[in-house]
């Protein structure tokens, strides 16, 4: 029901709201068409500039409750290979800094809360990703977040565990935060470490793509073959986006390890 995210979204441009109607149909098919063809799928503008103030305004304001993390990892966020040379891929390792605030946080009456629980953008995500269904997580810390990256911090290279990510961008950063990637770098019969080792070493920067990032821009990205990061954030603003969490089976939940790592408590 469009009243439950009345404002959020450019309903004219993207009408989720329908998607048995040719102009929903079209919508699908486009998004299919640019996930086919490198692993991602950018939509300018999906939300209006009044949602995406407050989600900035509100991530503002529980700036105090995010839990900070600073960490190295290796791009697999498994641990480091120790019988393998320092720049294999698998012992290579990246660093990734950011502030994370998590759903129990996020007043029931934010604009991409409201998007996020209505089963027309679950019904949208599930279609533009070929999916017979989808469900949002059950996990009342991680299903749908807001991350900031200030000054000095960053996403390291890495590959997703899950499928897909969806993510919906409010603010960019005075310079900084871009979101780099290398689609299909590696494949489920390929684990290509030269060309990864090409990639990390900065010999590869041809093959590195930019995802737009425009506040307001809604993107699905198929980030388990595809490497890809967010540069270091410079300048005095921050960068602050959301992650909305789904997953092809009812109840998906973190671990409590992966929990008290993302934030620092168990749900």
């Not at 929903?24 to 098919?29: A, E, I, P, T, W």
């Not at 993510?167 to 780099?180: H, L």
């Not at 990061?229 to 992966?258: A, E, H, Q």
Request: with cysteine.
């Amino acid at each position: 029901m469009v009243a439950a995210y009345a404002g959020a979204v450019d309903i004219e441009k993207y009408p989720i709201h329908e998607l048995d109607s040719r102009r929903g149909r079209d919508l699908v098919s486009w998004c299919r068409a640019q996930l086919a063809e490198d692993g991602c799928c950018t939509l300018g503008g999906f939300l209006l500039p009044a949602a995406i103030d407050e989600m900035v305004r509100i991530s503002g304001e529980l700036d105090g409750k995010a839990w900070v993390t600073d960490r190295p990892h290796n791009i697999y966020f498994t641990p480091p290979a120790q019988d393998v040379p320092p720049d294999d891929p698998r012992a290579h390792l990246e660093r990734s800094a950011k502030h994370g605030i998590a759903y129990d946080y996020i007043p029931a009456t934010a604009p991409v809360r409201r998007l996020y629980e209505s089963p027309e953008l679950t019904r949208f995500v599930a279609a533009a990703l070929g999916k017979d269904v989808l469900y949002r997580s059950a996990d009342p810390l991680d299903a749908f977040q807001i991350t900031r990256f200030y000054p000095g911090e960053e996403l390291g290279w890495h590959f997703d565990n899950s499928e897909f990510s969806v993510t919906i961008m409010y603010q960019m950063p005075e310079a900084g935060g871009e979101f780099e990637y290398v689609p299909a770098l590696r494949s489920d019969a390929d684990s290509n470490y030269a060309g990864i080792e090409e990639v990390l070493q900065g010999r590869a920067r041809a093959s590195v793509k930019l995802q737009e990032s425009a506040p307001g821009t809604f993107a699905l990205f198929h980030g388990h073959h595809a490497l890809h990061r967010v540069t270091m954030v410079r300048g005095s603003r921050p960068r602050i986006n959301s992650v909305l969490t789904y997953g092809d089976r009812p109840g998906m939940k973190l671990s409590p390890l992966t929990s008290e790592l993302f934030y620092g408590r168990v749900s």
